[in-house]
């Protein structure tokens, strides 16, 4: 089956990085595009990154040029680079897949910004 395990959360002050993983089975990575979304208290999921198969990367603005998402088709992962954190980016974020013509989250990890 599906699953989809993130690694990496913790607690930052603003300014600090970070650098969350998922590591990914069931399926066949290469083929799929991977994203990345984060959930927020109070507020609805939202997508962050995406990366396509072949490696294009597309950002919110809001983190454009502040996260960068990779991946790795030889250990089927997904990361996601974050600097500049500010308390804005505080949610827990989830890394999905659509797969088998439905949607897979992996349990999420929390990212919290605070001084």
């Known amino acids: 089956q599906v699953q989809l395990v993130e690694s990496g959360g913790g607690l930052v002050r603003p300014g600090g990085s970070l650098r969350l993983s998922c590591a990914a089975s069931g399926f066949t990575f290469r083929v799929n595009a991977m994203d990345w979304y984060r959930q927020a208290p109070g507020k609805e999921r939202e997508l962050v990154a995406a990366?396509?198969?072949?490696?294009?990367?597309d950002y919110a603005d809001s983190v454009k040029g502040r996260f960068t998402i990779s991946r790795d088709n030889a250990k089927n992962t997904v990361s996601l680079g974050m600097n500049s954190l500010e308390p804005e980016d505080t949610a827990v974020y989830y890394c999905?897949?659509?797969?088998?013509?439905?949607?897979?989250w992996g349990q999420g990890t929390q990212v919290t910004v605070s001084s």
């Open positions: 990366i396509s198969y072949g490696g294009r990367a």
């Open positions: 999905h897949v659509r797969a088998f013509t439905r949607d897979y």
